[in-house]
């Protein structure tokens, strides 16, 4: 069944909070890359949980982890195929690397500046 779910370790205590998506709009994927690369440039998943469905995308991933969420299921290839993304390493990880290119950035643009 699709919809946001709890894991259990063997003692019974709560591991992972997840949701499950699947791609909105009549969109499908045949491998793990195409769905990772839609959802890094903000392309809408629909969060599937149980009657309700909602729109989503990666500008929602603080939201989501302030309610509690600490992973995605992404279902793709027909709904076939799934993939989780645990939000907590996954996405801390990816905006540490936004905020070292950002610095990079900066450093080089204050670079620039000072030749002039």
């Known amino acids: 069944m699709l919809g946001s779910r709890v894991s259990l370790n063997p003692l019974g205590e709560s591991t992972m909070a997840f949701f499950t998506l699947i791609p909105a709009f009549g969109r499908d994927y ?3 890359a195409g769905v990772l690369m839609d959802w890094n440039q ?6 599937c949980h149980g009657p309700d469905t ?7 991933v603080p939201r989501m982890m302030d ?13 076939r195929k799934l993939m ?9 990880r990816m905006v540490e690397s936004k905020a070292r290119r950002d610095e ?8 620039h500046t000072d030749r002039h």
């Open 42 to 47: 903000g392309k809408d998943f629909l969060i």
């Open 30 to 32: 045949r491998s793990k």
């Open 67 to 79: 309610s509690g969420m600490t992973g995605l299921e992404f279902r793709y290839g027909s709904l």
């Open 104 to 111: 990079c950035h900066i450093d080089m643009a204050a670079q």
């Open 54 to 60: 909602m729109y989503c995308s990666i500008r929602d």
């Open 84 to 92: 989780i993304v645990d939000l907590d390493a996954d996405y801390r």
